[in-house]
């Protein structure tokens, strides 16, 4: 049985690591490198890093950000954030990340999902579905855009469906109803997602409590990452990892 995998998520506004609730309100969280470390150290299983920056010079600023914090890591980094294409990929995993998270490019250019997974690998190949409750409809979630900017006219849980056709190797899946906030993942959204794509799904968005994450495993997460609580010191991986091994849930120790 694969073992349940805690992800701590840097997002990188300007090269400092930043955190809001629904994308909005960003307030400074750290050095990205230190993040980085210092969850590593925590026992943290893998690093999402996410480029939330508005302008192309900090965008092109991340791959040294990325360059920096792999000399810290020995675990799996997963990078994203404005991937527009295959040779952005390439050159993150040539900054040294192991993953490469797309959301954007890839609803606009499908694609871009079977070209990397052909040339990099599923492994390597990440999508990234930020997902916002149409609360007009039952069981529908939209598929956002553009840092939560942009509603498409795609069904969340489809659209996952869909990158695993086309060779993607795992989901990462934001509730944006729910980031920041703390009030829980979206495991509703969890449920359409789980049902719709055979691919690991990482939970994200939410997350305030161990109980938060047994409840996302229990509902078909291979992974949760979480922000919030981590940056603002509410508790440790270390303190999550073993509250989840008392509970029965098997983590890498
Ligand atoms: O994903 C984006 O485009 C984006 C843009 C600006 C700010 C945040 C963004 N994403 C939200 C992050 O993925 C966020 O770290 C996760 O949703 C985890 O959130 P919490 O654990 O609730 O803090």
Known sequence: MLKSRIIPCLDVNDGRVVKGVKFQNLRDAGSPVELAAHYEAQGADELVVLDVSATRQARLAMLETIEEVRKQLSIPLTVGGGVGSVEDA??????????????????????????????????????????????????????????????????????????????????LLTSFDRDGTRSGYDLELMDAVVAACSLPVIASGGADSVQHMVEAFEHGAHAVLAASIFHDKNMTVADVKRDLAKMGIEVRQ
Do not use: H, Y
């Open 90 to 171: 390439g050159r993150l995993l040539g900054a040294g990340a192991d993953k490469v998270s797309i959301n954007s490019a890839a609803v606009r250019n499908p694609d871009l999902i079977n070209e990397m997974a052909d040339r990099f690998g599923a492994q390597c190949t990440v999508v990234a579905v930020d997902a916002k409750r149409d609360t007009s409809q039952e069981n529908f979630w939209q598929v956002m855009t553009r840092s939560g900017t942009q509603g498409e006219p795609l069904d969340a849980a489809k659209w996952a469906g869909e990158a695993q056709q086309r060779g993607a190797g795992e989901i």
